[in-house]
C-alpha cells in the first residue's frame, strides 16, 4: 500500500532563510511524487512533481524538491523564504498502475518577517 | 472555465438528509477524481473516473455515498442519510488524461451535517 510521511507538523523559518519541507514515502513500485500547497479556505495549488529523470525537480514560485530514492524521500525546498510562502503543504505520491493520490498529513510553513 | 469548478462552495444539512455535489472540471480533461479532506488532515481518494465510468471506487467509505458522470463530463457526488461524521471539504481534480499527468484541483465544497 502507498503511504507518505510528513514529520513535521510545522516549519518556522526567517525569511530571507532557506527552507526545506521533509516528505519520505512508501510504494510498491516505481512512484509518482508530488508537492500541493493550500492556501486557507482555497483548493490544493500544484507547485512541481517527479515522474522519472533527474533527482531534482523545479517547479513553481522558486520551489524545488529533491528525489532520493535510497531514502525513499522527496524533500521540498526553497533557497529563499518569502511572508508569502507561508501556508500549508502536501505530499502526495501515486503508485505506478494506480490514479489515486495518497497525500501526507500536511506541513504548516510560517516565515516571519 | 480556467480551472476546476465546484458548487456549492459551502452547504449546511442535517443528518439524515440527502445532498449533491457538483463538479465542473477543466475543458477536455478525461480524468475526473473525488477526495475528502477532514479537518487538520490530507485528502482522502474517494472515487476516479476515466470518461463516463468509474474507474476505481476504492474509497467510497460506504454506500451511502455515489458518484456519476454521465457524459464525461460533469460530476457529481451523492451522499445519502447524512451523518455528522461526513461533515468535511470535499475537493474535486481533473487532469488530461491517465498516466503521468498532474491532478488540478478545485475550490472544494465544504459540507457541515448538523
Known amino acids: 500500500a502507498q503511504s507518505v510521511a510528513q514529520p513535521e507538523d510545522q516549519v518556522n523559518v526567517a525569511e530571507g532563510n532557506p527552507l526545506t519541507v521533509k516528505c519520505t514515502y512508501s510504494v510498491s513500485g516505481n512512484p509518482y511524487l508530488f508537492w500541493y500547497v493550500q492556501y486557507p479556505n482555497r483548493g490544493l495549488q500544484f507547485l512541481l512533481k517527479?515522474?522519472?529523470?533527474?533527482?531534482l525537480v523545479k517547479g513553481s514560485y522558486g520551489f524545488e524538491a529533491e528525489f532520493n530514492k535510497s531514502q525513499t524521500s522527496f524533500h521540498l525546498k526553497k533557497p529563499s523564504a518569502l511572508v508569502s510562502d507561508s501556508a500549508l503543504y502536501f505530499c502526495a505520491v501515486r503508485d505506478w498502475g494506480f490514479q489515486k493520490l495518497v497525500f501526507g498529513t500536511g506541513t504548516r510553513l510560517l516565515v516571519s518577517p | 472555465g480556467a480551472g476546476v469548478s465546484q458548487t456549492p462552495s459551502n452547504k449546511v444539512t442535517e443528518k439524515g438528509k440527502y445532498v449533491e455535489l457538483r463538479c465542473d472540471p477543466i475543458?477536455?480533461?478525461?480524468?475526473l477524481y473525488w477526495y475528502r479532506q477532514s479537518l487538520g488532515q490530507g485528502p482522502e481518494f474517494l472515487i476516479y473516473?476515466?470518461?463516463?465510468?468509474?474507474?476505481?471506487d476504492s474509497g467510497l467509505p460506504n454506500d451511502r455515498f455515489f458518484a456519476v458522470r454521465p457524459e464525461g463530463s460533469v460530476s457529481t457526488l451523492k451522499i445519502q442519510r447524512t451523518e455528522r461524521g461526513d461533515s468535511a471539504v470535499y475537493l474535486c481534480?481533473?487532469?488530461?488524461?491517465?498516466?503521468?499527468?498532474?491532478?488540478?484541483f478545485g475550490p472544494g465544497t465544504r459540507l457541515l451535517v448538523l
Open positions: 473516473f476515466q470518461g463516463t465510468g468509474a474507474a476505481d
Open positions: 517527479y515522474i522519472t529523470g533527474d533527482n
Open positions: 475543458s477536455g480533461h478525461t480524468a
Open positions: 481534480a481533473s487532469s488530461k488524461d491517465r498516466g503521468q499527468e498532474t491532478q488540478y
